[in-house]
């Protein structure tokens, strides 16, 4: 059975990632395949080229004070962050939330089954996280160092290992935050904060990376203490693969299997109770008054708000790249231009960006913004309601163009602060201050239409999960790689080619008129040419 579960879990999220239906192969699953490859080589190369640079950095001080263990401990400790920060709240809402607890329970499957599927596919999980470090991490000390057969079986070992450390602590916070959240009439407010409280740490230390590192680096005796006593498995990590020290390995093991083991058991014998746990606030009372009446689209509109409002993962998910605009250029307006640099050195390989200050600036707004991805799932979110949008006496035009309103009414206004500050702050002439207000703003509108487009044409409605549809469905991750390739491939045309027959203004004032009259083809096609395509949608989309 627990086979089962698991081949069951592992199907359900591919056909989720590859947008097949239940019961069909799809015509279009091997674009998709392609598609899904094309991403993960893109992920890869590019945390490869971002751990990687760090990790160069790192390595040669470590090797002359005699500490490589220290090297590799510093990756596991960041292994494990990563991994608890991405998979907490998917702990929360896979074990101790999972809509599908009852539904097992009436059936003769064993707790311990149901519990244990869980686990594996957060481990599978967590073991992804790890390797966005911990492969890097290998590389360069493979690069830089004598690689021996016992250095190398440890190493795999120990990274095999390391992902049941993270489990534990996930589902330790996962619980507490179930826990706290449980009797919350506001719930999906306080995951949204806590999960960015978590981005802002991590992004509080990517900015300040190359300072950590210096420090690191010359306080590399004093940390290493602190590592030993303080921190004895990650100590254990780095002894057993820079010595291939198989006591330490084992050491190592010890520190991860045993808390996993009783965290397992623990769960799989008060998993009943988690199950059946009785859960939800007090609810509002209902105060009678005047209704009031408004147009078939502003009142989509509000009820799309509605609906983003009422999940975590779709505000957080949707709306991150609106959150990181207005922080970036607030954390312009507090450490002064300086911080773009510093953004260049994180993404742009350190490239100089003092002599092209505002289209640097408006680059990274839009690179922001375009990760907005609140229209590209707002159809397929429907679900199984769906079929009471298409019964309506209302048109596509009514359902679909305000899912784009509401994507305008969150991003459009966070393009607008972020603007405004950098105006404040930035020298900029006027024809540069026109124009950081209106490009922001062109993309957002061609985003929030296209997304909806994508959505039109890849929905996905027989989903077990909202946040497989959020996260991976083939509409969003068309949409967020389509606004990202608008932003980044003129940038890379114009440094290639295009900086010899005109000027970084012309770019961007092309940039502008070219997404205004996108978006006026996209809005014409779903206010008066989608009717057909929406009528043709069914719950097995």
Known sequence: MLKTLIRVRLRGLLDSMLNRRRGKAGTDGKKRLLLLAIVAIYCIAVFGFLFGSMFYIMREPFAMLGMDWLYFSMAAIMATMLCFFGSVFMTQSLIYEAKDNELLLSMPVRPSAIVGSRIIILLLLNMGFSLIILLPCGVVACMTGTVTVSGVITYVVCALLLPLLPSVLSCILGGVIALVTSRMRNKNIFS???????????????????????KLVDNGAAI?????????????????????????????????????????????????????????????????????SSSVRWAMTKKELRRLLSSSS???????????????????????KGILQSVANIYAGGADVTSFIMPFACLIECLTLSINIISAPSLSLEGKSFWLLQSAPVNAGDVLLPKAYMHMLIAMPAGLIASLI??????????EIVLIFILPQALTAFMALFGVVMNLRFPRFDYSNETAVIKQSTSVTVTMFTGMGIVLLPMLLYILVLRKFMSMMTLMIIAAALLIAASAVLYDHLAHRSQAAYDALNQGG
């Open 224 to 292: 290493g203490a602190a590592v030993e006593k303080a921190l004895p498995p990650f100590y254990a990590f780095g002894v057993a693969i820079s010595e291939g020290n198989i006591l330490q390995m084992l050491h190592f093991a010890a520190w991860c299997v045993i808390p996993f083991a009783i965290a397992v058991l623990l769960l799989a014998r008060s998993f009943i109770t988690i199950a059946t746990a009785k859960r939800g606030a007090s609810k509002p009372v209902y105060h009678a008054k005047r209704l009031q």
């Open 314 to 336: 779709y505000m957080l998910n949707g709306c991150l790249g609106a959150v990181m605009a207005v922080a970036i250029a607030v954390l312009c307006a507090v450490k002064g």
């Open 192 to 214: 949204l904060i806590l999960s960015l409280v978590f981005l802002g740490a991590y992004f509080t230390v990517c900015f300040n990376m190359q300072s950590y590192i210096t």
């Open 422 to 431: 950098f105006v404040l702050v930035l020298p900029m002439t006027v024809p």
